[in-house]
């Protein structure tokens, strides 16, 4: 996913390639993006670069081949925050998905160590999918006006805890190869028709409830995510893996609903989330105001 990246003073923004900003966002905003790997088979390559979420879902069903993924090196964060530096910024923050999910943000902190904890702060989002890019635009803002990187660092966090993260998919069974999800939490979806809810909460992905049909999965999420949302400005997201349609028509539900909505972002989950997720995955992302 190429950036434009900034050569001012302003605190640099670095994220990982979960978070899906939409692409225009990351040039506009000079935020520097660092992939994660996935393994189709024996063929690895970077999400968004080399890796498409079309190939992906080619690959989820072939049941035959391994779908795999893993963090960045230490060594590709190092160099990014140093090439952020050398072009003038006056530090940088690093917001990265979920410890709990990855090791990406593990890699980032022993990169900061390498480069500088004094120049490089690094915040666990908690999150994932737009419930990191929300994070990162927050950070992008406050580095925008002007703020330090302790300022810019809480304006990411600040974020990070009031998001609330709402999904469906088809089957847990994913979830649960890839350690994300307990096997016991996963007899949850085994059921025939039964369609997993889940959310995430302190960065783990944890069973919701469970609905009988895809339509009524839509509708309660639909539900949560007004619920979240309160009766303030709220920022929102939808995301899917091969359910376009459902994606839209949840959007428009939501716009419905919520009248005092600020942003949404419609968008079709990169191939990492999606290797662990499956086809069908349906989410919604709620940052109510601070």
């Known amino acids: 996913m190429p950036s434009a990246p900034r050569t001012d003073s302003r605190i640099a923004i670095v994220t990982d390639s979960t978070a899906y900003l939409p692409d225009d966002a990351v040039a506009e905003r000079g935020i520097r993006v660092v992939p994660l790997e996935v393994r189709l088979g024996e063929r690895v390559g970077r999400e968004g670069v080399d890796v498409t979420t079309a190939e992906l879902i080619t690959a989820l069903a072939d049941r035959q081949l391994d779908v795999q993924t893993s963090r960045p090196n230490p060594a590709e964060f190092a160099a990014c925050y140093r090439e952020a530096l050398d072009a003038g910024a006056r530090g940088v923050v690093s917001v990265h998905i979920s410890r709990e999910l990855s090791g990406t943000w593990e890699a980032a902190r022993i990169a900061a160590d390498e480069v500088g904890p004094e120049r490089v702060r690094v915040v666990d989002s908690r999150s994932a999918a737009m419930g990191l890019g ?36 088809d089957t847990l069974d994913r979830l649960r190869r890839g350690g994300r999800i307990g096997a016991t939490a996963a007899l949850v979806g085994t059921a025939l028709s039964v369609k997993p809810l889940l959310h995430v909460e302190d960065g783990r992905i944890v069973p919701l409830e469970k609905v009988r049909t895809t339509a009524r999965a839509a509708q309660r999420l639909r539900e949560l995510a007004v619920a979240a949302a309160g009766s303030g400005p709220v920022d929102v997201a939808v995301h899917h893996l091969g359910a376009p349609e459902r994606a839209e028509s949840l959007a428009a539900d939501l716009r419905t609903h919520l009248p005092r909505m600020r942003r949404l972002v419609v968008s079709e989950i990169g191939a990492v989330i999606g290797a662990h997720a499956g086809a069908g995955l349906l989410g919604v992302v709620v940052v109510p105001e601070g």
Do not use: P, T
């Open 134 to 169: 929300y994070a990162v635009l927050a950070a992008a803002d406050a580095a925008d006006a002007g703020a330090d990187g302790a300022a810019v660092e809480e304006a990411a966090a600040d974020v990070a805890r009031r998001c609330r993260v709402f999904f469906s998919v």
